[in-house]
């Protein structure tokens, strides 16, 4: 991985830290950890991943209890939770009074069950998400999301502040994974809409690259930044004043990219969606509110609905 940041060139011990699990993302935090000079011990459960760690320093403990021992904090980066029993349920006599980093993905009841099958095990628990995929670990402007105890992440912030910019958010542990969920929703209907408008574009033959430069101008900063950012406090409030547009107003802008999309023979199930999300927001009674008011919509579902 790029060497971003130097080892620090200070006599200040650092701690000893082991990473559990060296997949893609697992490999990436132990040699930001190493990069920073922190003496660092891993396992994993197809030995020879950590070959090119042991090059760099890194000890590959034998056994995963050996490796938990090793350290007063142990991360851990696996496939998922059901796995994280599987491997460290057997070391949870060495895990006893030490701290335990969880940074798999997974539901916030899954990092809630996860925290107390750690408090019952006598250590301590943060639960976390990593915002950036493996090669921008160890970048100091790379979000992680941490929760739980707020004392085990303030004593264990260098720990953390090697891999990225650890963010607290509250002592509910299933915080980090909500946001990240949250983050992942954001993501992927921005990404769609993109690629949907992108297409629409490409139905005359504009090419992806002359598009994006106008029309990320002109969404991130001045649609995102000045008018999401800004109406956030509205959201809180539940106060959509119609007085900026109505929920009537976007339903033509809906029907209208709905028959252009269909009119240039691009996919609408996209607009179409996004028309029928208006429509219920109109049948609810915001008919004369702004487009925020779509919010209501999606704060709470009409009927219960599956997965
Ligand atoms: N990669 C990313 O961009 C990214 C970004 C953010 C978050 N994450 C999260 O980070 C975590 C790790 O992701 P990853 O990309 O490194 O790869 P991954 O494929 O999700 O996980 C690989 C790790 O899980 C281990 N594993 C899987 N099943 C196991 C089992 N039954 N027993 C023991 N170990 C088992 C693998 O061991 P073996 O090597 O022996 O197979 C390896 O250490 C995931 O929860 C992922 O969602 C990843």
Redo the contacts with the bound molecule.
Sequence with gaps: MPNRLPTPLTDKPVADVTVV??????LALAGALLERGHSTTVW???AA?ADGLVARGARSAPTVAEAVAASPVTVV????YE?LY??LGPASDALAGRVLVN???GTPGEARAAARWAAERGLDYLDG??MV??PLVGDPGSVFLYSGAREVFDAHRPVLAALGDPRHLGTDPGLAVLYNTALLDLMYAAMNGFLHATALVGSTGVPAAEFADLALGWFVPSVVGATLAEQAPALDAGHYPGDIGTMEMNLNALDHITRTSVEQGVHAGQPRFMKSVVEEAIARGHGGKNYLAVHEVFKRAAAPSAP
Excluded at 77 to 80: P, S, T, V
């Design positions: 699990g060296l997949g893609p993302m697992g994993n459960r197809t991943r980066c696996l496939k998922d796995t599987e491997v940074l798999d993905s998400a990593i995929p493996p």
